[in-house]
Each structure stands twice: as structure tokens, then as C-alpha cells.
């Protein structure tokens, strides 16, 4: 075997055995571009000459190479060579056998069929980092060598290059688990922001969704939320923060949190928008964050909501036909010197809404708009409970574990009651115009009303006293027109009257003195809760619930 050649085909000599050639080169053609074969120099010193790379001992050269030096020669990769540092790292080996045989750790790396297309392509292979049996990770090369310039079959041979890259390679691990913990980090704060368990109101059948993206930093900000307004009214709200990884889901936890807080004032949703754009910008004016506030009353059957550049919901009536809510959209939060306003879309019974999230829908080889018509598609043909919607959507949409988008979806659902059930769901109304006979009239409406839903006595004559002080109260505060509503579910009764006075009433303890001011006390007192809001076309509702008792089996 000649390990000079060989040795000449080493990473770091290739360029020098590049500039070799195999014949002597004519002194009078070294001016065109050629390189002339290595050979001894004398100083001008007068020192002794340096040996050429021809002369050094290519076997020495390859035993104190630091790196795993192999050779095998031939179709079943005989073994012709092994260096020192092989040895110390797999043990010594027997020259002559094959590599299946004497070369374990060869093959449990997969190296025979690199060595065996090395042969056939003469082409060198290098596999990246792999780790062997005694635990260390390597990076080998494998190159094609001929002895005696023949490559025919039988007369070739691999020297097989292993570069110890343990340390680059547990730096690597220590990276990506650093990051497996950051996302791991980001998603447990992600989900404790987000509702652990959804309110369902009376009225409404409700259930979301939220899917990591799948790549390290994919967990971003979106987030959705249900608030129970009172009243038998129910906010929805579905947003998403721009950014990715432990800012953004924190942003987002701040929005949510904030969002909460201005529903219980009981705005109006462009209102709520609108507090949520200037909290953004103070939060983080570089962060742009995307959002829908939504309101439900039973009594109007529809949706009133507010968008800040977020995707339209989606709506499914009784029929099955789909309609986008497209309009009013603003711009996302943050950006500020913008009016909202609302716009509704009809939500009666037997209807099914969407909210959700641009990673549900877009996609980088396509429109958003296709993404959203092919949701309309997937909606229009989902049927059952508002979690199996859920899920469909998801799978339609192809989001799997590895996508590269974080993923929220709430649907609710207005569910068209009939029979007994429906017999739980029940609604009076009376128009006051006032005078003093408008106190008796609401006082007789409701008891009359009670007693036909057949409610106890102790919660009957709680009911009627509670609309009795609520019409006192907007006879006296209030202008026409007044009205008194009394609606039950199959959790509460709850009794409202709206008026045309936008002066909202609050509760304040009454002197002994005082002629006026203990009827909202008394309402707060006698009922579960109770509230007050704007109403849209000027004027106010006050209203209180009351639990019904849980029946009896």
C-alpha cells in the first residue's frame, strides 16, 4: 500500500495534493500556472534542508494524527489500517478482516453503505455528527483512495476521517434543550393567562380551543375569554398579540386582564376597544396586538360587536348559511388616533358562531381570504355541541401538532329550545308610560307573571318587590319610555327596566331622614346581584337576578 498517496488525500492536504501533479512538470511550463512538486529547499542560512511532504513516513503521520484513521480496501472494506487514536477510542483491530466484522461501531452508525456508495460514486461522503459507542460524538469522512491509480472493482479503498465534535455537539444539545425549557416556559404561562375553565351563561353553549404552534418559538399571544355580564348578557372576546415567546403571552395576560375589567363597566363594545387601544400603547408601544369584542342579549338575538384588525366572525343560521361580519373593522391595538364603532350580526336560536385566530386559517402558499372561505366551507358542514365544531374546524383546517402558528377558536352556540326545555326559557314585557298608576300596573304584571311560572311564594314575592323598587326608582330618576321585562332561564329570574334617562343610578346609604334613596339598597340586598348600563339607543337598563333553586330529584 503507498500511504503517501493516501495521506495526500487527507482533509487539509487535498489542496497541496491538488497542486501535485503526477509527472514531473518542464521548468519551461512553470510560468503558465503550474505547481511543482513538493521537494527539500536549502535555506540561505545554511541551515539543514527542510523534508519535503514526499519524504515524511505516511504511517507515522497518520498514527499521531489526533483524529480516527480507518482504511479499507475493497468491496467488503477489508481492514489495511488503523491509527492510534482509532485504537484508544474502539479498541485494536485485526488487519485483513471486513469491516462488517471487525468494525462494529461502523455499522451500528450506518457507515457501510456510505462506504459502499464512496466506492461506487468516488465521490468523498461525510456523515455530521454522530454518536458512537464509547459515547463520543464524531463527524466522519469518508474518501475514496486508488492504489496504484486503479479504480476498477477490487483494487479500490476508503480512508474512513473521524473528527471528535463532542464538545460542539453537547453545546448543541445544551442549546436546543435551553430552548425546549424557554418555549416550555412560554406555553405554561400561556395557558395559566388563559380562562382554566370557560363560563357558560343561561342562554348561550359555548367551547374554544388553543394549539401551540409546534416549532421552538412558535407560542405567541393569542387568547380568548367569556364574561357574564348580568342581566342574561354574555361578552366573547378573541385576540392575538403579535410577537412570539414570553412577551407576547405576556402582553396578552394584560389585555385579558384589562378586557375584563372594562366589561364589568358594561360598555358598549367599540367603548371597550376603544380603552383597550390606549392600554396597548402604554403597555408596549412596539407591540400590535389584533382583537374582537363581542356582546350577546338573548332579548335582541343578535351580536354586537367591535373589531380592532382582527378576522371577521363567522355566523351559521338555523339553515345553514354562513355570513361574515365584515364590517366595522379598525386598526389593531396600540396604534391609536382611531374611532371604533360596532356593527351586529344576527345570533338567534338555532345559530352558531366563530371567533378565531389568523393561524387557524393563514397559510403561506395561499390568500387569507381563501383560508377564510374555505372556513365558511368547513363551517357550513360542521354540526353537534359546540366542542365537536370546535374540533372539526381544527382538523379541517389541517393544524396539526407540528404547526407553525398558535391556534384559538371559540364557538358558541344559541340553541334553539323546544318542549320542556323550552318551557324553562320564558319572557314578559310591559310597556309604562307613568302616572302613579304605573307602580300598581308593574306590581300586578308581575306577580301575575310569577305566578304563572310557577315559582315559590318566598321568590315570587322577592320577584314582585324587586320590580317594584326598580319601577319606583325610574318613575322618580327616569323618563319615558319605561319598560319592565321579566325573563327567566333554568339557573335565574331576572327582572330589568330601561327608561330614557342615561343617568345611571348608584347604590348610597340612605340617612334616617331621607325620604328617598333605599331602593336600589334594598334591590342590591334582596337580589344576587344587580347592575346598571347605557343602552345603545340612548337611555338605561337597571336590572337584578336572582338564583333559582336547584330542582329537586
Excluded at 304 to 333: C, K, M, N, Q, W
Aim: proline share 6%; with cysteine; glycine share 10%.
Amino acid at each position: 500500500m503507498n500511504f503517501t498517496r493516501w495521506s495526500a488525500r487527507l482533509p487539509g492536504t487535498q489542496r497541496r495534493a491538488a497542486a501535485r501533479t503526477e509527472t514531473a512538470v518542464s521548468p519551461d511550463r512553470r510560468g503558465e500556472g503550474s505547481v511543482p512538486a513538493a521537494r527539500a529547499e536549502q535555506p540561505a542560512d545554511g541551515t539543514a534542508p527542510v523534508p519535503a511532504v514526499d519524504e515524511l513516513p505516511a504511517r507515522d503521520v497518520l498514527d499521531r494524527v489526533p483524529a480516527l484513521v480507518a482504511l479499507v480496501h475493497g468491496p467488503d472494506h477489508r481492514i489495511a489500517y488503523v491509527n492510534d487514536a482509532y485504537t484508544t477510542a474502539f479498541g485494536a483491530r485485526v488487519t485483513g478482516a471486513t469491516a462488517r466484522e471487525a468494525l462494529p461501531e461502523l455499522a451500528e452508525l450506518g457507515l457501510l453503505p456510505l462506504l459502499d456508495q464512496v466506492l461506487r460514486s468516488g465521490k468523498p461522503r461525510t456523515l455530521k455528527s454522530r454518536k458512537a459507542v464509547d459515547g463520543r460524538s464524531y463527524t466522519f469522512t469518508c474518501t475514496p483512495v486508488a492504489e496504484n491509480g486503479d479504480r476498477d472493482a477490487g483494487g479500490g479503498a476508503v480512508l474512513v476521517f473521524a473528527t471528535d465534535v463532542t464538545d460542539h455537539a453537547e453545546a448543541a444539545e445544551r442549546l436546543r434543550a435551553s430552548e425546549r425549557r424557554q418555549r416550555e416556559t412560554a406555553v405554561t404561562l400561556q395557558r395559566s393567562l388563559l380562562p382554566q375553565e370557560l363560563e357558560q351563561p343561561d342562554d348561550l353553549r359555548i367551547a374554544a380551543t388553543y394549539q401551540p404552534g409546534g416549532t421552538e418559538a412558535a407560542v405567541g399571544g393569542d387568547w380568548y375569554d367569556v364574561i357574564t355580564l348580568g342581566g342574561g348578557r354574555t361578552a366573547l372576546v378573541i385576540g392575538d398579540v403579535m410577537g412570539r415567546g414570553v412577551r407576547a403571552a405576556a402582553v396578552m395576560g394584560q389585555l385579558r386582564t384589562a378586557v375584563r375589567a372594562y366589561a364589568r363597566l358594561d360598555l358598549p363594545p367599540h367603548e371597550v376597544l376603544q380603552l383597550l387601544d390606549g392600554l396597548a400603547a402604554e403597555i408596549d408601544a412596539n407591540q400590535i396586538a389584533t382583537c374582537v369584542y363581542a356582546v350577546h342579549d338573548p332579548n335582541e338575538g343578535r351580536l354586537v360587536y367591535a373589531s380592532a384588525g382582527h378576522l371577521p366572525i363567522l355566523v351559521r343560521d338555523e339553515s345553514g348559511t354562513v355570513s361574515r361580519a365584515d364590517e366595522p373593522t379598525g386598526p389593531p391595538l396600540g396604534t391609536g388616533g382611531w374611532m371604533h364603532s360596532s356593527g351586529s350580526i344576527a345570533l338567534g336560536p338555532g345559530s352558531t358562531a366563530v371567533l378565531y385566530t389568523d393561524g387557524l386559517v393563514e397559510r403561506r402558499d395561499a390568500d387569507l381570504d381563501e383560508g377564510i372561505a374555505a372556513l365558511e366551507g368547513a363551517l357550513a358542514g360542521a354540526t353537534g355541541s359546540p366542542q365537536v365544531v370546535c374540533d372539526r374546524l381544527v382538523r379541517s383546517a389541517g393544524v396539526t401538532a407540528d404547526h407553525d402558528d398558535d391556534v384559538a377558536v371559540l364557538v358558541l352556540q344559541h340553541p334553539a329550545r323546544t318542549g320542556p326545555d323550552g318551557d324553562l326559557f320564558r319572557n314578559a314585557a310591559l310597556e309604562l308610560l307613568g302616572g302613579v298608576e304605573a307602580a300598581p300596573r308593574a306590581r300586578a304584571f308581575a306577580s301575575g307573571v310569577l305566578t304563572s311560572w310557577r315559582f315559590p311564594a318566598e321568590l315570587h314575592d322577592l320577584g314582585v318587590l324587586a320590580a317594584s323598587e326598580l319601577v319606583a326608582n325610574s318613575l322618580q330618576h327616569g323618563t319615558p319610555p319605561m319598560r319592565l321585562r321579566l325573563r327567566r332561564t333554568d339557573r335565574r329570574l331576572i327582572v330589568e327596566v330601561t327608561d330614557g334617562d342615561d343617568h345611571l343610578p348608584r347604590r348610597r346609604r340612605a340617612e334616617p331622614g331621607d325620604e328617598s334613596g333605599r331602593g336600589i339598597a334594598i334591590v342590591a340586598t334582596i337580589a344576587s346581584s344587580w347592575g346598571c348600563r347605557r343602552t345603545p339607543g340612548g337611555g338605561k337598563a337597571v336590572w337584578c337576578e336572582f338564583v333559582l333553586p336547584k330542582a329537586k330529584h
